[in-house]
Nanobody, 121 residues
Framework: QVQLVESGGGLVQPGGSLRLSCAAS????????MRWFRQAPGRQRELVAA???????IYADAVKGRFTGSRDNAKNTVYLQMNGLKPEDTAVYYC???????????????WGQGTQVTVSS
């Protein structure tokens, strides 16, 4: 199994910044795509950023120019730097990754437990 653990959420004022981290651990053979999703109360979960193992991240229109995704493949860790935070960014942020536990296994999608981000004055 692969476990994903997010950290870095919290309460921040509008215009502030937070940096989320998500570390994958467990029986990892390979991690491919890693992503950040968010879910606000009463809304569907939505993709925020997709960070491939190689190549440039892609972002939701709502966060372009404010959020930056990156990853450390050696540490199986993905980050989300969030600047210029707005109240509408308030949500639970989830990490998602595609992983294999052995060379001949199948790719599976794994989720973290989520970390709360609240933007409020």
């Amino acid at each position: 199994q692969v476990q994903l653990v997010e950290s870095g959420g919290g309460l921040v004022q509008p215009g502030g910044s937070l940096r989320l981290s998500c570390a994958a651990s467990g029986s990892i053979f390979s991690i491919a795509g890693m992503r950040w999703f968010r879910q606000a109360p009463g809304r569907q979960r939505e993709l925020v950023a997709a960070i491939p193992s190689g190549g440039n991240p892609i972002y939701a229109d709502a966060v372009k120019g404010r959020f930056t995704g990156s990853r450390d493949n050696a540490k199986n860790t993905v980050y989300l730097q969030m600047n210029g935070l707005k109240p509408e960014d308030t949500a639970v942020y989830y990490c998602n990754a595609d992983g294999k536990t052995d060379r001949f296994g199948v790719w599976k999608s794994y989720w973290g437990q989520g970390t709360q981000v609240t933007v409020s004055s």
